[in-house]
Structure formats: structure tokens, C-alpha cells
């Protein structure tokens, strides 16, 4: 299931000349999901407002472009619980080379994340697996495509945090299922 999460940017958008935005209660509703770290009961409390009036200021903010919905995907949560992070280091830079890798990663069922990097290596690849031993496989075949010259995979627990932009908020409550 992807659920629909609002979010929130980090620091209150100063850029965005909306009168709406310079309200007190708008702030107020900034600060709050940044202290409870997203969790929207915890944001009800503090803000001392019910669900129904949540619901319409997140509603103005997204009207306003300073909040949005988004669909995530938790692998760990559909039984792809060993995550790794794969450095990668190309035999060549020809742009056959870059689009066949690219490609391949694409199709990948096991990859969530690619992104081009400066310096020793190419390519960073977070996947998602079942198992450790997975893992290595996966990593020991992506090494044998002519286009790789090096593959250095590191094991990741996530302790905290995450890797979206802003405070996501999220509920216990099953998520809204209408396309708003």
C-alpha cells in the first residue's frame, strides 16, 4: 500500500507572499508539526484544534504550493527489510554505457534510489532486499555487467530520520483513499 502523507517544508516559507501564510495559526501549525515531528495526533493536541480544522489549513497550505501529498513506498514493510546502499565505479562514460546501466537499474525490482555522484565513484544505488545474502548476490551480479568496474555495498539500519524534504505527517488513522 502506498499511503498519501502530507508534508510540511522544514523552516515556514517566507518566499510565499500569501496573506494566508502570514496568519499566526498557519505558523503555529508549522511549529507544531516540526516539534511533534509530524505526528498528527500529537499535532491536534498541540494545536488544540479537531481533525476537521487540520485537515482545512493543510488544505490552504497545499492550495498555496507550501504543502503538498505525496505517495510513498517503505519497502521494509512489503518483506524487503535489508537495505544497502551500492557505490559504484564505471569502466566508461560514453552515453551507450550510461543509458544501458540507467536501464538496467530501471527495471531493477530490487532498487529504489539512483543518483549520479562526483569523485571515486559514479553511481549511488540503495536497494532493498529480503535478506543479506540477497544483497551480496544482487551486488555480485551487478558487478559482473561490463559497464561496472567497482561495487562497494554497505549495509544500512536506519536508526531515525528519513530522506524526505520537510516533516511528513503521519497518522495511525488509515490514509484517504479519495484523489483530492
Known amino acids: 500500500m502506498r ?3 502530507p508534508t510540511c517544508p522544514r523552516r515556514f516559507p517566507e518566499s510565499y507572499n ?3 501564510l502570514q496568519q499566526p495559526r498557519m505558523r503555529r501549525l508549522f511549529a507544531a508539526a516540526v516539534e511533534v515531528g509530524g505526528d498528527i495526533a500529537r499535532m491536534l493536541d498541540v494545536l488544540a484544534v479537531d481533525g476537521r480544522v487540520l485537515d482545512h489549513r493543510l488544505y490552504r497550505l497545499r492550495g498555496l504550493g507550501a504543502a503538498r501529498v505525496m505517495t510513498l513506498y517503505d519497502p521494509t514493510r512489503g518483506g524487503r527489510g535489508f537495505e544497502s546502499l551500492n557505490l559504484l565505479r ?3 562514460y560514453d552515453a551507450s554505457t550510461l543509458d544501458r546501466l540507467e536501464q538496467h537499474l530501471l527495471a531493477d525490482n530490487a532498487v529504489a534510489t539512483v543518483s549520479r555522484l562526483s569523485g571515486d565513484y559514479d553511481y549511488r544505488v540503495s536497494a532493498y532486499h529480503p535478506h543479506r545474502l540477497d544483497a551480496a ?3 555480485r551480479r551487478l558487478a559482473d555487467r561490463s559497464e561496472i ?3 562497494q555495498q554497505s549495509q544500512i539500519r536506519r536508526v531515525f530520520g ?3 524534504d520537510g516533516v511528513p505527517l503521519a497518522s495511525q488513522t488509515a490514509p484517504r483513499t479519495d484523489p483530492r
Do not use: D, F, Q, S
Open 90 to 92: 564505471l569502466n566508461g
Open 149 to 151: 568496474a567497482a561495487i
Open 3 to 5: 499511503p498519501r502523507t
Open 18 to 20: 500569501g496573506a494566508t
Open 137 to 139: 548476490i544482487w551486488a
Open 162 to 164: 528519513h530522506e524526505i
